[in-house]
């Protein structure tokens, strides 16, 4: 490990504890696995991921990095909307990456009181927010700071909550939806548009195939090695089944052809797993047929 990807941790640490606008810290992800803090595989530069508690997130998105933490050279920053509906600042030095995901003080904490009487159940939105939650902490997770006051609720949702799942109903509405956008992408390519269909290929099809095989991994109890999407598939899935995930395709029509069709055979494979009395309706069958001789 360098001395500066761990002086990256140790900076941001202290900077979090003398932060009094920060209430809560927690380090997720595989930095958070890490003994020391910082994950190994070969990475050249950290990538710290922080879920961050306050009760003024706006403020925290106009921090001055260079000022915060004099001892790093910083980059850039940026902030941009993250899932369950709060924001995520992305904060780039030379030495790595740091992103905080900035939750604001006064939800969660009624979040905390819903998760313990129960009545998350009846807020799907609720519900969601805390399955979002549950997915980052279920691939390991610390407390930088605030555990003594909010360490039992973390610790609650990480053993209570599911994470991101799909349902039966959910993955046959996904299954529609990608046939949908299959013939979309076979008709932009005989259209000669095929940036468009790349686009599509990847944004839909290929997102598709990456839900499936992170709840199917999830079902046969399987370990996930990130909580991202697609993250590190490349180590822990056979050849079969990251061919059922994976897109090559340059800005070539045979190419983008093949592909989508790849995509189409894993979206099968994979419902065929998951909701094994799924079937392509007979007249998109024959349809996609034609459309992908």
């Not at 910083?74 to 780039?92: E, I, M, S, Y």
């Not at 399987?222 to 395709?249: D, H, Q, T, Y």
Request: glycine fraction near 8%.
């Amino acid at each position: 490990m360098s001395a500066s990807r761990a002086g990256l941790l140790a900076d941001i640490t202290a900077w979090l504890e003398r932060e009094p606008r920060v209430k809560s810290a927690v380090l997720f992800g595989s930095t958070a696995r890490a003994p020391d803090g910082v994950a190994q595989g070969g990475m050249r530069r950290a990538d710290l991921d922080l879920h961050i508690i306050t009760p003024t997130p706006a403020e925290l998105e106009r921090i001055e990095w260079a000022q915060a933490l004099p001892g790093q050279a910083f980059w850039h920053q940026a902030v941009r909307p993250a899932t369950g509906g709060v924001r995520k600042a992305t904060v780039l030095f030379s030495t790595g990456e740091i992103d905080l995901v900035l939750v604001p003080q006064e939800p969660f904490r009624q979040a905390s009181l819903a998760l313990e009487l129960g009545q998350y159940r009846e807020n799907l939105q609720l519900t969601a927010a805390l399955n979002e939650v549950a997915t980052c902490l279920h691939s390991g997770y610390r407390f930088l700071k605030g555990e003594k006051e909010w360490g039992a609720f973390y610790a609650r949702i990480a053993a209570e909550m599911p994470g991101v799942r799909l349902g039966d109903a959910e993955a046959k509405g996904l299954a529609d939806i990608f046939l949908c956008d299959l013939l979309w992408v076979l008709q932009k390519i005989d259209r000669g548009e095929l940036a468009a269909a790349q686009h599509l290929l990847h944004r839909s099809l290929a997102e598709t195939n990456f839900r499936y095989i992170r709840e199917l991994r999830l079902r046969r109890g399987e370990p996930l090695m990130s909580f991202g999407l697609g993250r590190k598939v490349e180590a822990i899935l056979p050849l079969e089944e990251l061919a059922w995930v994976r897109v090559s395709a340059r800005l070539d029509a045979d190419e983008l052809r093949h592909a989508a069709g790849v995509a189409f055979v894993g979206m099968q494979a994979l419902m065929c797993q998951l909701v094994p009395a799924w079937q392509v309706p007979a007249g998109a069958e024959q349809l996609l047929a034609e459309a992908l001789r």
